[in-house]
């Protein structure tokens, strides 16, 4: 589709600084499955053995766009101060809405899908904030589709998440509902920037 | 829009359309982009293209209505005015052809006006205003038309 | 190879010991007789004692099933395999059948996809026939209002989402598809009559959809605004007692909608917490988080502190509440984090917990709220809970 293929051309740009990060994504992912033992199921952010209450000390005000604030992860006991900048971390600030696995740990990245796998058009988008820029961006979450669950990386983010009768920004659906080719074979989740949210 | 103002909006209330009003091109993105893809053209057979419509729907009268009923406009969490400059954009940026000179641009009125009854019975209506543009190209045999720009956005603070 | 001889000599002295009883305690011509080719067990009448564990097992989603637990004894009695990404299986309401959505594709998790009611046999759960339906069966976290029946158990209602919206009937008596009701912007299926039931839309109104006795759709009519969408929506987890749905909000305020001569109105709304429960950020959360026993006229929430948007996240509690009272008689410790719940609908009932994240039911009584009972190794990512 030709949307796609601009943001390839933009998404090569950009991903040749980060050219390093790249690698530093697969051998981080290939980590944090064997260190953390994470969990191959859906995580709700919050709940952790501990019991702790979600988003630090009872009656915390929310910071959802702020991603990385959002409270303790079941897979990181602590969020690492700089998670939030971490495209293999559930903290990462892109992720403030993502529900599923990170198509970086499967053989994509944030913006491309694993081979074999078929981006779904249609998709569910959230507005997180780089703290990095201090901008709020709008982020296209495509599902990668036509193979089994992916298993590796799954982080689940509730962040302004809306019940499933609000469907674009719910996270609820499984999403490769719109692939009219690959149809409803969920594999992983990309977290793909569209514009800045102005 | 300020990271404070930004916290002090989600903080005081569950809002998930944040404070302020985004510029349209972003409104399309956050409530249409998700099935109807970044330039309009949909998935076939699951969502229908727009960019062949836009401009004959907006056209007619029950057209017009038509773009404000559907469910996917009538209930975003845009405002009326939000609502109208979101379709002027997107008559003026997603349609194949250019909107003629003479396409009334959407008011905040008129959006208001029809929004809060949103249609039951989508295809149907959608299947016969196509049956109506075709009946009135038919008539008209068709005309060359020049872009226009879209109107000021009004619903921007 | 070693040979100890003290320990030699014992094992010597042991098998010698038992060769003797082996000798004096039976004749030595006797052994153990074979066991008949006995074939399949044959499931009694469903006691409410049992529960569907339904699981989409989200690694591996081409085997997602439903398991059959007897929550008095602990007993796995049996499973159904449902397909792609299911959803859950729906008793008949004579129990004479179980009815189940479900997907396949033509090669795994590619080919041609094929979407099927499955109609299952209960004693032997194994199926009896299916239904074909349109292959647009909404794939989403699930829900119990993904699928329900009419109120006389005539029609299967299913929701599909393709993204287009709309609601599949099938006829469960003469077990054919009759026709898929349009339902733009509006999702799920909450019946309200026999020929009658309610989506939720975008907007916080209701569409109220009306059936004739063939199925079709006769009437469909949006309501006025009964939720607060924009400010604290509410959940689909909504639960039915009698004539009344009850759904919870992000902010724990219970939204009833009273079915009124057929129509869906919006009852008076109360909380589930208190300032002081509010100022610890108690919040109800889950996946399956509401229960209800129409007889004691309970409903069951599961409770856990958070901030907003932890609306999904499991407890350590269900919080108990009086339905006429509007107020909160119980509190139940958990065992275990808890996403799902479900009340069995006798006058002895029991609490079922499960969840998605752990292969334990938990079983609880449901008034005293004490701990029966753990089941390990149910399913892989367990979500909904079902009385037979």
Known sequence: MRWFDTLTEVSARSMAKRTSRRSVIASLGAVLVGASALPLLPVARGATPADQPAGGKPGAKPAPAAAGQSGASRTDAQPKADAVNDPASCDYWRHCAIDGFLCGCCGGSQNTCPPGTEMSAVTWVGTCHNPGDGKDYVVSYNDCCGKSTCGRCLCNRNERDTPIYIPFQSNDYNWCSGSSKANIAYHCSTARIVSVAR | MSLRRLLSAIAATFSWSAAGAYESSVSYMLQCMGCHTPDGRGEPGRVPSVRETLVPFASLPEGRRFLIQVPGAAQSTLSDAELADLLNWMIHNLSQSPPPQTLAPYTAAEVASYRHTPLVNVRDTRAQLLAKVAAVNAQQGGSESTRTPPPPQAGRK | ?388
């Open chain 3, 1 to 388: 190879m070693n040979l100890n001889p003290r320990r030699a000599a014992a094992t010597l002295l042991g098998a010698g010991l038992l060769a003797l009883s082996a000798g004096l305690a039976r004749p030595a011509a006797a052994e153990l007789p074979n066991d008949p080719a006995s074939g399949s067990q044959v499931l009694p009448a469903a006691s409410p004692h049992w529960v569907w564990v339904n699981d989409f097992v989200f690694p591996h989603m081409t085997d997602g099933k439903a398991m059959l637990v007897d929550g008095d004894t602990g007993r796995y009695l049996g499973e159904l395999d449902t397909g792609f990404g299911s959803v859950r299986v729906v008793p008949s309401l004579d129990g004479s059948v179980i009815y189940s959505p479900e997907s396949y594709f033509s090669r795994g998790t590619r080919g041609v996809r094929t979407d099927v009611v499955t109609i299952y046999d209960p004693k032997h759960l194994a199926p009896l026939g299916e239904v074909i339906i349109p292959p647009k069966r909404s794939s989403n976290m699930p829900m119990m209002a993904n699928v329900q029946l009419t109120d006389d158990g005539r029609f299967l209602l299913i929701y599909n989402f393709t993204p287009g919206q709309s609601v599949t009937v099938v006829d469960t008596k003469s077990r054919s598809f009759v026709t898929e009701v349009e339902t733009p912007g509006c999702a799920l299926v909450f019946p309200t009559g026999a020929r009658s039931f309610f989506s939720i839309c975008a907007d916080g109104t209701l569409l109220d959809v009306r059936l004739d006795d063939t199925g079709h759709d006769t009437n469909k009519q949006r309501t006025v605004g009964i939720f607060d969408v924009k400010h604290d929506p509410v959940t689909e987890k909504g639960v039915r007692v009698g004539d009344s749905w009850y759904f919870v909000s992000f902010g724990g305020t219970i939204y009833p909608v009273n079915i009124v001569k057929g129509a869906p109105v919006a009852g008076g709304t109360w909380s589930l917490l208190t300032a002081a429960d509010k100022a610890a950020n108690w919040r109800p959360g889950g996946l399956q988080q509401l229960a209800v026993h129409a007889g004691l006229h309970r409903l069951y929430s599961i409770m856990h502190q958070g901030s907003l948007y932890t609306h999904k996240d499991p407890g350590k509690e269900v919080w108990v509440y009086d339905l006429a009272k509007h107020a909160r008689v119980q509190k139940i410790a958990m065992q275990n984090l808890t996403g799902s719940i479900q009340v069995s609908r006798d006058e002895h009932p029991l609490l079922f917990g499960a969840f998605i994240e752990s292969n334990i039911l938990d079983v609880y009584d449901a008034v005293g709220g004490n701990h029966l009972r753990s089941i390990t190794d149910i399913g892989t990512t367990p979500t909904l809970l079902v009385s037979p």
